[in-house]
């Protein structure tokens, strides 16, 4: 329950204005000032003449348009916030002052003796640090307050949902158009945007045929399929289980989508004893029946779900099939991001059954971070009271501020947390697909959500008079002068790795994960800490003066002693620890223990070798979390109207995903050119030890932009097919390691015909497997088509065969079928397998006269 102390100080700051009673006159003209400014956003330049001292930076506007019929008096103490997820060094304006509140939040208020008249408009100029290449960056929901005033959003910034994609809508933000200033940054940057011409030319080089033969994905390592009569699962299936129960493929045998109680047989097998891979599969399938064998249930529920699949596009009468099937690695997992905007329990129970239904065996479900807290810690319940909510209240005690466009009232889609009936329901759902959750908890940076919850549990049991209760989990020290900014530019972040509390704090949350699994019938096998970019606290903080001292004077090594004891915590607790690459690379290898995962999520072409061999040498578990293979809330294609960040590269395409070697890592800069698009050679340093091998691959979707499930489906599907993929089955063009061995670009030794083959049999079975998803409700990208006009006609091709293309030229929409006489621009879409949904709109025009 929680504490009746904090509930009344909650009901205090909610209930009284700051400066006297509410005049309801004064409510309403700010109400109206907020229902009708107008409010544009602009990225103006990425190359601008920088002002002294800023740069790099790039220049962005917001102009402010006050209707003539707006209020000519507005209430006292007017201000305006809005969320700026780049470092904001200076502002210029006539009117406005603007101050960094924390994170992205930005304020602006008025100058003296300024006023926004009625009729009147203001640009104000934000030079940023670095650069804004895509609208995504651009965050919704700017509002106003005023003294004593609820805060109100900026209509005009309030998000919408497109109706033909399902996608989000800024319609504040401008357009961007002009590429010569707004795709790069410098001359050195060689990006170019992925225009509908420029992508016709790709997919003429990558162009498929479209799906026949076996469709499964991720490919089997053999598939044959025979002749003679057809296997009719349209009759039904009569199912006999040996050696497995029901309920342990219970959700694969549902997805097959067969009435049971016919007359084909259909036997499942599960022999421990078999010769057969764990995971691994043989299934036989003819006239006469069905017979699948495998070493245990992920097996058998393997076997049933490519049955699924090629039984959905053969419309249930298959032509003869024979696979044997197994893993290439242990470990092929999703993490996705729900701390920095929140996605329910219905959206992750529905990715659980697509993940299983392309043999993902792992969730890394991130629970925490700055901007939020999503998961029910019964002990503590301020962490999700408080924690997992962003509203307009300066003081924090009944949420966190609204960082990234959350809006002032607390009521949008990126609040929430999982209850434990909730996560407990995740567990479960999971583990009968055999996938293994893995909660992750970010600290000791990453922390803000946690800080802010246990201050206000601090307060509360203070002014109750409860001291020692109040300290029990206080996670900073306040006598800490040390001032710091975090990457994503908060000041306050970080866990004091110096205090007792902390350490009851971590125990606490553990077990109550602990606890969850149990109850789930699951055992919580892995804890991840994060442990990633630690901001650089404590070292002012009278309580951390013994530790450093202890450390030589070295507050850098506060972090690795904080990990180091945490892990030896789990692993008492039989728990092994996992981290990002960057925190666990700097911990003492003695003292941590002996099993221990880490993600590596070092750039491809700036740290990923270094940390993956290094990490590899130490004898722990590697996951590859690389950002060019997995960062998925990076973009598909260099382009403003693609969504995602982009610090660690401009273009994650499913072609690259696809194309990844993860046994030779200095192998892909034959591939995969670094961020500024330039093709550049990889050392292999530190070289790889013998017989060291991953343990697998994860996709990343961290959530920063990402605000709608409909958005996470997007930047999810089709990519997650390339990388369930490159974890279950080789890459036959990747060449045998060598230790010492570096590559470049274009580099001969990579088979790039046998990639380009492969490539087109993959994107055939993309196709294939659309209507799937379209069944399960998810809402992959429809790739936007590309196109030219030559010659007078307009030409049209796609990503993936047999996808429906429509153009218009003013008119309605028509089908496209082959070239057409066109006379001016045109403008084009593709729609999705279903047809209930469409791409973005390319536009292509003819090429100007001499």
Known sequence: MRGPGWAAMAAL?????????????????????????????????????????????????????????????????????????????????????????????????????????????????????????????????????????AARTIVATRPAIDPDTGLELLRFVAPMTDEARLATKSDADKTRWLTAERAFDLYVAQQAPGASGVVILPKPVKAVQGTGAAVDLTRGVAVEFRGVAREAVAPALAALGVAEGGKLPLS????????????????????????????????????????????????GRMRPLTIEDAPRYGFR???????????????????????????????????????????????????????????????????????????????????????????????????????????????????????????????????????????????????????????????????????????????????????????AGVPLRIFHLGADETAGAWAKSPACAKMIAENGGDTGKLTPRFIERVAAGLAAKGIRTAGWSDGMGHTDPARMPAQVQTNIWGVLHNGAIREAHDQLNRGWDVVLSIPDLGYFDMPYAPHPEEGGYNWASRGVSTHQVFGFMPDNLPANAATIRTTFAEPKAIEDKPVLEAGQKIAGVQAQLWSETIRTDAQVDYMLFPRLFALAERGWTPAPWTPPYQAGA???????????????????????????????????????????????????????????????????????????????AVTGAVELRTRSADGKRASRIVRVEPAPRD
């Open 742 to 820: 570096n590559y470049r670009w274009h580099d001969p030794r990579v088979d790039a015909a046998l990639l380009t083959r492969e490539w087109r049999g993959f994107a055939g079975r993309v196709t294939a497997q659309l209507p799937l998803l379209d069944r399960m409700g998810i809402a992959y990208r429809v790739t936007p088509p590309g196109a030219r006009i030559a010659g007078g006609k307009l030409e049209a091709n796609s990503a993936f065969p047999g996808m429906v293309i429509e153009y218009r030229m003013g008119d309605g929409w028509k089908h496209y079928a082959g070239p057409v």
């Open 13 to 149: 700051v909610v209930a009284a204005p700051a400066f006297g009673q509410v005049q309801p006159s004064a409510q309403a003209t700010l109400d109206q000032l907020a229902a009708m400014l107008g409010y544009r956003f602009a990225v103006v330049d990425n190359r601008p003449q920088c002002p002294a001292g800023l740069d790099p930076c790039f220049l962005a506007t917001i102009t402010l348009t006050v209707p003539a019929t707006a209020p000519a008096q507005l209430p006292e103490g007017l201000a305006l916030y809005f969320s700026f997820v780049d470092r904001l060094p200076r502002v210029e304006s006539d009117v406005f002052a603007h101050q960094l509140i924390n994170g992205d939040l930005q304020r602006l208020t008025l100058k003296p003796g300024a006023a926004l008249k009625p009729g009147s408009t203001h640009v104000i100029r934000l030079w940023g640090t670095g650069a804004n290449f895509s609208k995504a960056f651009a965050m919704p929901n700017a509002y106003l307050t005023a003294d004593g005033l």
């Open 268 to 315: 499942i097998r599960v022999d421990s004893a078999s010769p057969i891979a764990p995971e691994g599969y043989r299934l036989d399938a003819s006239a006469a029946g069905i017979v699948i064998t495998a070493r245990d249930a992920a097996g058998a529920s393997h076997a049933l779900r490519s049955l699924a699949q090629q039984a959905a596009f053969e419309q």
């Open 333 to 519: 997992g999703l993490h996705i991001d729900l701390g920095r905007n929140f996605h329910g329990r219905d959206q992750i129970l529905k990715l659980i059954e697509a993940i299983a239904a392309y043999k993902l065996n792992r969730l890394h479900l991130h629970l925490a971070d700055d901007e939020g807290w999503r998961i029910e810690i019964p002990a503590l319940p301020e962490l999700a009271a408080i924690g997992s909510k962003r509203c307009h209240d300066p003081s924090e005690v009944t949420c966190l501020l609204p960082q990234l466009g959350a809006g002032p009232d607390g009521t949008s889609g990126v609040n929430g947390y999982l209850s434990t009936a909730d996560y407990i329901a995740i567990l479960k759902a999971a583990a009968a697909r055999q996938i293994e959750v893995i909660p992750s908890i970010d600290m000791p940076g990453h922390s803000r959500a946690a800080i802010v919850a246990m201050e206000a549990r601090h307060a509360w049991l203070s002014a109750a008079g409860k001291k020692d209760a109040a300290e029990r989990y206080r996670l900073v020290d306040p006598a800490d002068a040390t001032q710091y900014r975090s990457i994503q530019n908060y000041n306050d972040n970080t866990l004091n790795v110096c205090l007792p509390s902390t350490y009851r704090f971590v125990d606490t949350v553990v077990d109550a994960l602990v606890a969850m699994h149990r109850e």
